[in-house]
């Protein structure tokens, strides 16, 4: 199975320490999203790569956090001095270019808590 | 920018029976709508989608049906099995970078 992953998939963290995510995308895809998720809620859009290109960051994406696709490969999401209000499923996804570019195809997610 | 509203939140259906999810959408650029299966612990799976030159797609049990004039579109599932039982999202495609806008999600529960 070649779909996205992304480890880890669980993650505890103190309240004030980083964390750093890493998402790879189906090969050959060259856009990549990542969404966040709480509890109950449908994801929310963060961010968007188009290669290695950051094109378009969400207002929900604090100063805090930072996201990196350096070789347009995988991506890496860290989040610097984490709240408790962090605490979420992080997903990424990824898309080809071309006449299927809609279609979004997300790994498992990477589930965050914030103690 | 785009909302998206579902109902209901919660479904629950007998084995075999219909189940059918309703979304509107406020964004009349929006053009591709896709429906997402959450099962616990996973991420979201596509399983239909439809784009605005189209009213209608089916692909075995599941039918969704869209209506731009109104910006409504619609999931049916066909004689449901327990398997069926997951969170479902209906979404829009901002034409923006294509970032997808979901809606809250249906807890669809399917009784043996």
């Known amino acids: 199975d070649t779909g996205v992953s992304q480890n880890p998939r669980h993650k505890i963290t103190k309240r004030g320490q980083n964390v750093t995510f890493r998402c790879d995308p189906i090969?050959?895809?060259?856009?990549l999203y990542w969404y966040r998720q709480t509890l109950g809620q449908g994801p929310e859009f963060l961010t968007y790569f188009q290669n290695e290109a950051q094109l378009e960051k969400s207002r929900l994406l604090s100063d805090r956090f930072s996201a990196e696709r350096p070789k347009g490969s995988f991506s890496t999401l860290e989040i610097q001095r984490t709240e408790q209000g962090d605490s979420a499923m992080y997903l990424c996804?990824?898309?080809?270019?071309?006449?299927?570019?809609?279609?979004?195809?997300f790994g498992p997610g990477t589930r965050l808590t914030v103690l | 920018g785009e909302n998206v509203e579902q109902h209901p939140s919660t479904l629950s259906v007998q084995e075999g029976d219909s189940a059918v999810i309703k979304c509107t959408y406020s964004d009349s650029a929006s053009n591709y709508f896709p429906w997402y299966k959450q099962e616990l612990g996973k991420g979201p799976q596509l399983i239909i989608d439809?784009?605005?030159?189209?009213g209608e797609k089916k692909d075995q049990r599941i039918a969704v049906t869209l209506n731009k004039t109104a910006k409504h579109f619609s999931l049916h599932i066909t004689e449901t099995q327990p398997e069926d039982s997951a969170v479902y999202f209906c979404a829009a495609t901002e034409t923006s970078y294509d970032k997808v806008i979901f809606g809250p999600g249906t807890s669809l529960s399917v009784i043996p």
């Open positions: 439809i784009r605005s030159n189209v």
């Open positions: 090969s050959e895809h060259n856009r």
């Open positions: 996804a990824s898309s080809p270019l071309g006449d299927h570019s809609n279609e979004q195809f």
